[in-house]
């Protein structure tokens, strides 16, 4: 069983693309929650259609940020695409996913 989920990490709109384009705006208001909370930290990706390694990294930069804080990063709505390319990259061994929330469909 995962990580319970935590605060929800409003950063606005991200999707349809986590990519070199937007990963700094994103990258610098998840740092800053993570810097503010002393809990879980949820990050909402219902609207990522694709990524990136820019946003893989920053994802990846993200949780072990998060896991040195003795905290965690979740990801929430992931697409099918999304948990695809995890997959591949094997980070879905690695990024903690909330499994309850999975979209079936996409």
Same mark, same amino acid.
Do not use: A, F
């Given at each position: 069983m995962g990580p319970e989920a935590g605060e929800l990490a409003d950063l606005g709109q991200i999707g349809p693309h986590l990519d070199v384009r937007n990963v700094g705006v994103v990258r610098s208001r998840l740092n800053a929650l993570l810097d503010q909370t002393d809990t879980n930290v949820t990050l909402d990706l219902a609207?990522? @259609?694709m990524i990136d390694a820019a946003g893989l990294g920053m994802l990846t930069a993200a949780h072990l940020r998060a896991e040195r804080s003795g905290h965690h990063l979740v990801l929430r709505n992931c697409?099918? @695409?999304l948990r695809r390319v995890l997959a591949v990259t094997r980070l879905n061994r690695i990024l903690?996913?909330?499994? $309850? $929330?999975l979209?079936? $469909?996409a």
């Open positions: 609207g990522v @259609e697409t099918r @695409e903690h996913i909330d499994r $309850s $929330s979209q079936l $469909s």
